[in-house]
């Protein structure tokens, strides 16, 4: 079970943003539902996801598309951080009319090497590097301060 939003009013809007960090043994299976029952609703459903060690985590998202003129977007993106961790991205779209538009984009992968490598060469551990991407600093503030400063 988890949470839901009945968007029934006119132009009713409802938006969850869900951020989870999967340490050693971790399981998690956590989601949000989105139902689109007024004209003219919208649902905007977001999950950032990082799974470390073992930790497995499934991100549930569904919208559901009732009534015409209704929009709703469901976006999930997974990051892994050891080959051990797991996440399962489940996005579920339903629509029952004619006139709704329901759309999601999923995407779970590891550390791009490019992305690690460009911060060592301006001076950052591994390790610093990775947590600077985990962590999701603004790398135009922390990284190129010197440069933004001057």
């Known amino acids: ?7 029934r009013g006119i132009n009713s809007r409802a938006r969850f943003n869900t951020i989870l960090y999967g340490i050693g043994n971790s399981y998690m299976n956590v989601g949000s539902k989105a139902i689109l029952q007024g004209t003219g609703s919208r649902a905007e459903v977001i999950a950032r996801a990082i799974a ?26 997974g990051l892994l951080v050891s080959d051990t961790a797991f996440i399962h991205a489940v996005p579920e779209l339903i629509g029952r009319v ?9 995407a779970v992968g ?5 992305q690690i490598q460009y911060l ?4 950052f551990s591994e390790d610093e590097a990775e947590s600077l991407i985990v962590r999701g600093e ?13």
């Open 120 to 123: 060592m060469a301006r001076g």
């Open 52 to 77: 470390t060690d073992n930790a497995q985590i499934y991100a549930r998202g569904t919208l559901i598309g009732e009534q015409k003129d209704s929009k709703a977007h469901l976006e999930c993106r």
């Open 138 to 150: 603004d790398l135009w503030t922390s990284v190129f301060s010197d440069f933004l400063t001057h």
């Open 98 to 106: 004619s006139g709704t538009d329901l759309s999601h984009e999923a």
């Open 1 to 7: 079970m988890y949470p839901v939003a009945y968007c």
């Open 110 to 114: 590891k550390i791009a090497e490019d």
